[in-house]
């Protein structure tokens, strides 16, 4: 193996600790000596290859979205739809906030994601420089919690699923196509070094002494504290010591996110039929029913997507911010981890609303064959939105600061 890159400084996004890498090799997993954060991974990643995938998905996409989607008949006839019909469907039933939710996750943010994407890596593949190629990729990074086709195919599944059992339901050209762009971008994700394509853009500069730097939280390039508001000069995001006003954002949309998962969780979710009446479920008897089906897996995945994992995520940024709070020193590292296990998984909670757009377009038969969004799918959306939104805005490293462990 050769080396990858030679010795330099970084200071961690997750503690704040200031910390000199050694000369790399292929392969290696590098973590911060404070909170064990990985702050490189090169084993199995690869440009080129991250480049083939999101330009195998950006092409896809495009069959995904016009082709026609799922087709469904019953008492002879016939239903069909594409991507963004769901949020046709969604805007004439009265729900325009579901409706442009699931048009911007699962067809517009994806696409703008992998286009972005695939120009930034293939100019850096060939060695080409743009004043603007920098920001492009922070773009493209910042997309990825957003452009959800990996979720969507967990709600493609489920919502084929529940229609399969009472309903004639066929897959169409168009899911095909995005069933491949969404495991496509699987493989972006985790063969992409994004250190590497940033050293890539442009290299570190010379690192400023340990007490006078403040590193950007975009592309983690190290800068001197007096450029604290400036833009960053590699990927233009605007430089700040830590995020700023973060404990009380995070706090107000926690507060929202909690209010909001109660009726999120009481009130009906959706009306589908069953053996054609229509039934409206609520979250946990949409994982009944699934059990009831003998969908094990897929039950216990919803359960797990849509009840367990808002669950967890406000109970974790509570612990987070209660650290701060309370200026403790125990448990950091735990806490830390939680933080990054929060902010990871909060998109997969989208499940829900992504099965909702998928049976509505092609559930419109009569007053008893048809399926719809029902009141609480708008505020299940939104703690979905609120607790992704209040993880990003969120600064771990205030943590390590209330403790005195800031380095």
Excluded at 10 to 22: E, F, K, V, Y
Excluded at 84 to 96: E, F, K, V
Excluded at 120 to 133: K, N, P, T
Excluded at 193 to 211: E, F, N
Aim: with cysteine; proline share 6%; charged share 15%.
């Amino acid at each position: 193996m050769t080396a990858a890159a030679s010795v330099s400084a970084i200071a961690c996004i997750d503690c704040g600790t200031r910390q000199t890498l050694p000369p790399r090799e292929r392969g290696s997993v590098v973590e911060c000596v404070a909170c064990r954060n990985i702050l490189e991974r090169t084993h199995g990643r690869s440009v080129t290859g991250a480049l083939a995938c999101s330009a195998a998905a950006l092409i896809l996409l495009v069959p995904g979205n016009l082709a026609t989607f799922l087709v469904t008949q019953a008492l002879g006839v016939s239903r069909q739809s594409v991507a963004a019909s769901s949020a046709r469907a969604m805007l004439t039933d009265g729900w325009p906030f579901l409706a442009v939710a699931v048009l911007l996750f699962a067809v517009v943010f994806p696409i703008v994601r992998f286009a972005l994407l695939t120009l930034v890596l293939m100019l850096v593949e060939r060695g080409v420089h743009r004043a603007w190629l920098g920001r492009a990729f922070r773009w493209a990074n910042e997309l990825e919690t957003w452009a959800m086709p990996d979720v969507f195919l967990i709600g493609l599944a489920v919502a084929y699923a529940r229609l399969h059992a009472s309903i004639d339901v066929h897959l169409g050209a168009g899911a095909i196509c995005y069933i491949l762009a969404g495991l496509l971008s699987l493989f972006v994700r985790a063969t992409l070094d994004k250190t590497h394509v940033w050293s890539r853009i442009a290299p570190d500069t010379d690192v400023p002494p340990a007490h006078a730097s403040v590193v950007c939280h975009a592309c983690e390039q190290l800068h001197p504290a007096a450029q604290a508001g400036d833009p960053c000069t590699r990927c233009a995001k605007t430089l700040h010591r830590r995020l700023k006003f973060s404990l009380p954002r995070t706090l107000a949309l926690t507060i929202a996110a909690v209010l909001l998962y109660i009726p999120a969780n009481l009130y009906p979710l959706a009306t589908l039929p069953i053996h054609y009446h229509p039934v409206k479920y609520t979250v946990l008897q949409g994982v009944i029913d699934l059990v009831q089906a003998g969908l094990l897996g897929l039950a216990l995945l919803v359960f797990t997507a849509s009840f367990l994992i808002p669950a967890l995520k406000l109970a974790g940024l509570g612990w987070c911010m209660s650290s701060v709070l309370r200026r403790s020193p125990r448990r950091l590292v735990a806490k830390t981890r939680t933080y990054r296990v929060v902010e990871e998984i909060g998109r997969w909670s989208m499940v829900d609303p992504f099965v909702i757009g998928c049976f509505t377009p092609v559930m419109h038969y009569n007053a008893l064959i048809y399926g719809r969004a029902e009141p609480a799918a708008v505020p299940f959306t939104a703690v979905v939105i609120l607790t992704i939104i209040s993880a990003k805005t969120f600064d771990p490293r205030l943590m390590w600061d209330a403790a005195g462990r800031h380095q």
